[in-house]
């Protein structure tokens, strides 16, 4: 279940050159109200286009510096103040030296499915929140949110803190199309990249194929039929590498271990890539015409194979795939 621990909002914008920061005194109040559109904005770190990553070696920023300082602390309402307040300092001279308006910081300490996590979101002003900065308290207040439109959020990162503990790959942060923004978001906050869904996806499959080579484990068109029925059946398409190899080896640390041999760097857990797993669970035919017939494995096993072909100027739609044929078959009966 989604839980805010808490919040804090500071805003850095640039105009005409001119840098204008205002930082918050206090944390920011969340009413019950607000936790739907806080839940939205952190759900962008879900999806599959976000990139993993973990604290560059041998980079020392402040950001970084900042939050090892504050995991080492007590957690106490000041520290997090603390971090925050560092963090916004150090982001000055990067957007002082882009072309990035800036826009409200907001640091959120929340819980969700048994993980704490810390996310730092950039987000540009919009309809959907009224924010205030009050001039008595020195902070900022929330009077209104409403769900969000994630597309304001400019940038993001977000820190799991039981990875960050195994070290694992603890950091995730939202893949925007403005590289400059990008650029100096993963600088601030001094990471080096793992592998973005897609990567992490495609070197899964390298894996997979790698396993179901080995003459010990079930035969291959087997081996495929169980992992697509196995993955298929997954809302989100979420990949655990240990709850794969204990359902299809009997040792949750087989593919990390087949990794390690084959020198592949892979998060223990991640959102499968959404393209590049189409890529490998459909059975399709070759393109004629502009046509493609395709059929996902999850559903009609790997045996086989779809084709369509020109006969005497006649195309023909060929299945061999028993599966699909008895499928369409008791469909027809109907």
């Known amino acids: 279940m989604f839980k805010v621990n808490r919040l804090i909002v500071h805003s850095v914008e640039k105009s005409k050159g001119t840098l204008v920061t205002l930082k918050s005194n206090n944390l920011t109040g969340v009413k ?4 739907t559109a806080l839940e939205k904005f952190v759900k962008s770190f879900s999806n599959d286009g976000i990139i993993h990553a973990v604290f560059q070696d041998g980079h020392e920023s402040s950001f970084k510096q900042a ?3 504050f995991q080492a602390s007590e957690k106490l309402d000041t520290d997090f103040k603390t971090f925050s307040h560092t963090a916004i300092d150090s982001v000055e001279n990067f957007i002082k030296s882009t ?6 910081f907001f640091f959120c300490e929340y819980e969700n499915s048994d993980h704490t996590y810390l996310a730092v979101l950039l987000v540009r002003k919009t309809e959907n929140m009224n924010i205030i900065f009050d001039k008595e308290t ?3 207040e929330i009077t209104s949110m409403t769900i969000p439109d994630t597309q ?3 940038m993001g990162c977000e820190l799991d803190f039981t990875k960050f503990r195994a070290g694992q790959s603890y950091i995730k942060l939202t893949n925007k199309k403005n590289a400059e923004l990008s650029e100096y978001f993963k600088n601030w906050v001094g990471v080096s990249k793992k592998g973005s869904s897609a990567e992490y996806t495609e070197r899964l499959f390298t894996l997979l194929d790698s396993a179901s080579n080995d003459s010990k484990i079930i035969p291959k068109s087997e081996f495929q039929s ?3 029925s196995l993955l298929g059946t997954q809302v989100e398409k979420r990949a655990d590498l240990q709850a794969i190899s204990t359902q ?7 593919l990390q271990s087949k990794a390690a041999e084959l020198n592949i760097e892979i998060d223990s857990e991640f959102l499968l890539h959404k393209a590049e797993y189409r890529k490998h669970n459909f059975i399709e035919s070759k393109e004629i015409n502009g046509v493609k017939v395709k059929f996902p494995r999850h559903l009609y096993g790997t045996n086989g194979q779809i084709d369509i072909r020109e006969s005497g100027g006649t195309r023909i739609l060929v299945i061999e795939v028993p599966e699909i044929v008895d499928d369409i078959l008791n469909k027809i009966k109907k």
């Open 226 to 228: 169980k992992l697509f």
């Open 138 to 140: 020195m902070s900022y």
């Open 248 to 254: 299809m080896f009997g040792d949750k640390m087989y």
């Open 67 to 69: 939050f090892l300082d």
């Open 32 to 35: 019950g109200s607000y936790y």
């Open 152 to 154: 304001n959020i400019a």
């Open 99 to 104: 072309n990035s308006p800036g826009g409200f």
